[in-house]
């Protein structure tokens, strides 16, 4: 994580953890204008969303260039990213049941890159093509 990071996170209950966080939200927002053209539409609509507080239910991988992500997204129902093209990937062992918290979506080496706070750990995925699909019920 480059600008969310688990220490700037935890500073948040303090008044300049707060402003700091703000500065944070600032420099990424920034870079993710300067970058959002690189990006193919998938990758910028996951730029775009928003999966704070979602379960990870399932972390599949199909084969080496696939990676695919199923959250229970509260409020919303659920959701999975599937990843092609995957370059490079980094996820624990406990992620499935873990929270996400915080993502940025950077482009690296010509792909997405794909970073991800969780509570008690960090993903990321390098892939060519995200997308994202709701289930239009709660079947998982």
Known sequence: MKYFTREASQ??????????WNSLWARYSQEL??????FTPG??????ADFHDAGILAVERPN?????LRLAVPGEGIY??????V???RIPDSAAGDIWLYAEVHFTDGCGDLQVLLCDSELQIIASEV??????????
């Open 80 to 85: 999975t990213l599937q990843f092609l093209g």
């Open 43 to 48: 990758w910028r609509e996951l730029a775009e």
């Open 87 to 89: 370059r490079d990937v």
């Open 131 to 140: 997308g994202l699909f709701k289930s239009h019920d709660n079947a998982c």
């Open 11 to 20: 500073k948040l209950s303090h008044w300049r953890g707060q402003s700091r």
């Open 64 to 68: 080496p260039t696939e990676v695919i």
């Open 33 to 38: 204008a300067r970058t959002r053209d690189q």
